[in-house]
């Protein structure tokens, strides 16, 4: 994590609103963590705790590229749609039986899997860049298209792993542990420290951020604009396909309603993580603890009894205007 | 005074707007110490002074943009609290930014109109919007669509269309803040007229202007600023151009254009033949040698800018451009930067610098090739390339670590061009490189590009200060209208010819 120590340094050293900014989300992670240890006593334990991480991974490793996406001062609706979509294909490969060897058959599909995610986002990219259209309208448009592609492959219905060799075989690749640490949480982990690599330490991420800040800025200094913008969701789309790597083992099937509303929980984990949403600033492990925020309000919700979990959707949506919110006022102060 | 008629409690030949003894600390740090400054009705009276010395703070305070730390504001004598911008125009002063405030998706009309709409019953009133923004910037000398979108107008017809706006509010005083910064000789006699007639009709002008020519011909009275104090006030007519310069300095100021020795015969290093860029520019064809600076000349609109951005690729152009004898394409700037042309825009704010970024970020966006270690981005050789170049391009930054938009105009504009030379370019072209920048660090910009000229890089300037193409310039070409009318050198290079060129009226072509 000697990125994240690093990037706190930076900031320090820069201006106390936005160390201040930087520093917001994990505050608030560690207040939840006090009020929920007071809600339930259970809520604090090791195993509790490991399975809420655990269970955040689909929307952290998502809002990891949405991170990219936003940075660059772009947005992407459809990844939750992406995400039926490619984890239906892949189950698809592996119920067709073209590959006998269970083992084989596996890595295959998984390698389909990371294909069709990064061509799902360069599809995103390019006609955002390519046709210049705003990526607000072009990726409500492939969020269609996507989730209504699952619904024809599914027939309104659900696509089930068939084979229980295969499933068998796969399991462990959600439901295992390496060191007693449950192997969701290493991709998290994995996924987050090589996106903060890549956002705050590579010619890549300074140029991301660069488009993000000012685009003619960007462009007057050399910055290939467009190709920066696609590749970030291109990178989108392999973090998507990393999410259904673990989806799939996770539950065995997909349906029409797979994903659904999941492009909102990873914007939120991304601004709550304190990046700014009109580009320029981008903070990978805010994301991730954007994303353990979401999860632990819902388990919190959960364990007490003082509010309904059905309207845990309803918390969610309040959290992102509440976010933007304490970043406005933390600006002001400057 | 006829504005102040109904109102006979006015002591008459009183200053209209009074500043008395304003101080304004921002923290510790004074920005203004005890200054006063009165304008009295069909008086201008000028501001001068360094970047920093304090102008445009005064001037927010007196348009109830900030509120003075000490001292009082007067209004036909009466001490008054303004609590902000509104109030202080609803009393009749009025401010015309340094920055350009306009809604770019909305029309001139539009613009101008803003917050104030004629209406026709229920609807606004475009045909007379329309037909009064026409009018008032046609006030000012230039012609612009009022039906156009700002977006589509360069900096200088925003300047202008900006100034219309203002001065369509009734007005007792008004402030220009370096109104003349973006724009050419022609729109500056244009607005100096302007004033000439508002002052005629008994209202008072603060002028704040870096071009002292022009406070010597329109001013009545000019007062010093340094380091936010008044260190001289005389009547505008005791003042030559050179002692106002001197007085802001606080030093003599010898000679403002570096000296340079004209070289015969030089190596072709450049060649543009038959280059369009649609719309802006037609048919240009021009030559650089090795080690010359050549100026572009030209009224606002004529397409030098646009010119420029089609050669490096920054536009779609087409045309034949030869470096060292070889044909190229720039189809992205990128490829233009790699052949080793740089290109500042002259909108440093809004093209050149990432002004929520620190000074290192900015230093190395276009070269970060060269701050690679495998993958990573090396800081460490980044840091020392920031030191490297805030020595050499003296740039005057309180900390390493702070962000570009902290810093004045000129040190963004020296860590432009160090971010660009950072690049090594052969040819370098810099648009108005000295705009809203202060006369001590314009010697300081001259410098630096004589300094890279000697090195044997070629520069292309365009400038709408003809001065300053004249002193630093081998050669300049004049453009109008998109295409090249005509270059001078030597001994031919006065305002004079360049204006007549610029202009066609000596010719008769103009319309």
Request: net charge positive.
């Amino acid at each position: 994590m000697t990125d994240l120590a690093a990037d706190a340094r930076k900031v320090q050293k820069s201006w106390k609103d936005i160390d201040l900014r930087a520093v917001a989300p994990f505050l608030a992670l560690a207040l939840l963590l006090i009020l929920g240890a007071i809600a339930n006593p259970n809520f604090i334990s090791i195993d509790n705790l490991l399975n809420v991480v655990t269970r955040s991974a689909f929307i952290a490793i998502i809002a990891v590229g949405a991170t990219f996406v936003i940075s660059a001062g772009g947005l992407d609706l459809s990844v939750g749609s992406m995400v039926a979509f490619v984890a239906s294909l892949t189950i698809m490969f592996m119920n067709s039986g073209v590959i006998a060897d269970p083992a084989t058959m596996i890595a295959v599909a998984m390698a389909l899997a990371i294909v069709i995610g990064s061509a799902c986002g360069l599809a995103n990219g390019l006609i955002t860049t390519a046709g210049s259209i705003e990526p607000f309208i072009a990726t409500l448009g492939t969020m269609g298209i996507y989730r209504g592609l699952t619904t024809w492959l599914s027939q309104g219905g659900a696509i089930t792993l068939r084979s229980p060799d295969i499933l068998s075989l796969y399991r462990p690749a959600y439901f295992g542990a390496v060191l007693g640490i449950p192997v969701p949480i290493i991709i998290i982990v994995v996924t987050a420290a090589v996106g903060a690599f890549v956002l705050n330490r590579t010619r890549y991420g300074r140029h991301v951020l660069a488009v993000g800040s000012n685009e003619d800025v960007a462009r007057y200094s050399g910055i290939l604009v467009e190709r920066v913008r696609t590749i970030t969701y291109v990178i989108q789309g392999l973090c998507v396909a990393v999410a259904c790597l673990l989806y799939v083992p996770r539950l065995g099937s997909t349906s029409a309603t797979t994903g659904l509303m999941w492009e909102l929980q990873a914007i939120t984990a991304v601004v709550v993580g304190g990046t700014a949403l009109r580009g320029g600033v981008g903070r990978i492990w805010g994301t991730v603890c954007g994303a353990f925020i979401l999860e632990i309000v819902g388990n919190i919700m959960l364990l007490s009894n003082f509010v309904s979990e059905y309207l845990i959707g309803a918390i969610q949506g309040a959290i992102i205007i509440v976010a933007m919110l304490v970043q406005r006022s933390l600006v002001r102060k400057s | 005074m006829k504005m102040t008629a109904g109102q006979p409690s006015i002591v008459p030949g009183g200053p209209l707007l009074e500043a008395v003894a304003l101080s304004k600390s921002f923290g510790p740090v004074e920005v203004l110490k005890d200054v006063s400054v009165a304008v009295d009705p069909g008086e201008v009276h000028a501001i001068i002074g360094e970047n920093g010395a304090g102008k445009s703070t005064l001037m927010k305070l007196l348009a109830g943009h900030l509120q003075p730390t000490r001292g009082e504001l007067r209004i036909d004598g009466k001490t008054v609290t303004l609590t902000g911008p509104v109030d202080a125009e609803r009393r009749g002063t009025v401010l015309v930014h340094q920055e350009i405030l306009l809604a770019p998706d909305l029309t001139v009309a539009q613009n101008v109109y803003l917050g104030r709409e004629l209406s026709k019953g229920m609807v606004v009133d475009d045909r007379a919007m329309n037909e009064g923004a026409r009018q008032a910037v046609r006030n000012l000398g230039a012609d612009i669509d009022p039906d156009v979108v700002v977006r589509c107008l360069s900096i200088a017809q925003r300047q202008l269309v900006q100034i219309a706006r203002v001065l369509l509010v009734p007005h007792r005083v008004v402030i220009f803040d370096e109104p003349t910064a973006s724009l050419t000789p022609i729109e500056t006699r244009a607005l100096l007229k302007v004033i000439a007639d508002i002052r005629a009709k008994g209202v008072g002008v603060f002028y704040i202007s870096h071009r002292l020519p022009e406070v010597k011909q329109i001013a009545d009275k000019v007062t010093v600023l340094r380091d936010g104090r008044v260190v001289a006030r005389h009547p505008a007519n005791e003042l030559q151009p050179v002692d106002m310069a001197r007085l802001m300095v606080g030093r003599d100021v010898a000679k403002l254009y570096p000296d340079r020795h004209a070289e015969g015969g030089r190596q072709t290093i450049l060649e543009v033949e038959d280059f369009s860029v649609p719309g802006f520019a037609q048919h240009v064809s021009f030559q650089l040698g090795k080690g010359e600076i050549l100026g572009f000349a030209g009224l606002v609109g004529a397409g030098r800018t646009e010119l420029m951005e089609g050669l490096v690729g920054l536009r779609p152009g087409r045309g034949a451009i030869r470096i060292n004898g070889k044909p190229r394409q720039f189809p992205h700037v990128d490829a233009s930067l790699k052949a080793g042309i740089a290109y500042l825009s002259e909108d440093r704010k809004g093209k050149g610098l990432l002004l929520a970024e620190d000074l290192r970020v900015n230093l190395t966006l276009a070269s970060l090739d060269k701050f690679r270690r495998s993958l990573q981005i090396d800081r460490a050789k980044e840091r020392v390339a920031l030191d490297r170049a805030i020595g050499e391009f003296d740039i005057r930054a309180g900390r390493k670590d702070m962000l570009v938009s902290q810093l004045s105009g000129g040190n963004q504009q020296k860590l432009l061009l160090a971010k660009m030379m950072m690049t090594d370019p052969s040819i370098i072209i810099v648009d108005e490189p000295t705009r809203g920048i202060d006369i001590g660090t314009k010697e300081q910009i001259y410098k630096f590009i004589a300094a890279l000229a000697a090195q044997g890089r070629s520069i292309i300037v365009i400038s709408s200060e003809m001065q300053e193409l004249i002193g630093i310039c081998d050669r300049i070409m004049v453009m109008r209208s998109g295409r090249i009318v005509g270059a001078v050198t030597g001994e031919h290079m006065n305002e004079n010819e360049v204006v007549v060129l610029a202009t066609g009226v000596k010719s008769g072509e103009a319309a």
